[in-house]
Each structure stands twice: as structure tokens, then as C-alpha cells.
């Protein structure tokens, strides 16, 4: 699944952050877009499991936070 999640002010530590979701899911992406208004993330995470990773590291995600993605999956790979 892919997430873009709104930043409210600095955001997490992207490198806490990130170590939270490769608990999760080991092949878990995590980025800041280049304007730094949101973080791309693409997990096989729910929203729910995402609000859990962000806060083991002490960041609150409010539901208006996370929006999901449309696919962008072609399939050709097998996945």
C-alpha cells in the first residue's frame, strides 16, 4: 500500500521513523517529498499499522494525516 502522510511542522526523525516501519515490514519504503509537505511511504502496512509504527517512535498521526495511494502496480513483476 502507498501513503502519502501530511507533515504538521518538522515531522518525525525520518531515521527513527524508517527503523520503525522495517520492523513492520522489512521492504518498507520511506521518504520526504522534495517540497517536505508530506512523507511517501509504501509498506504492506495498513493505516491502522502505520499509526502504530509512528507512535512507537512518539509521533501522533491523526486519521486526516494518512492518505492512501492509488495502485500504481502493473503487475508485470509477479507481486
Partial sequence: MQFHIALAGS???LERFRGAMA?????ALV??????QHLRVSASLSSCELQDAARSVGWH???DQIV???STCCGGCGG
Avoid: I, K, T
Avoid at 23 to 27: I, V
Avoid at 31 to 36: E, F
Fill in 68 to 70: 492512501p495511494q492509488a
Fill in 31 to 36: 521518504d520526504r517529498d522534495p517540497l517536505g
Fill in 23 to 27: 520492523q513492520r515490514d522489512p521492504a
Fill in 11 to 13: 515531522g518525525p526523525d
Fill in 61 to 63: 498521526l491523526a486519521d
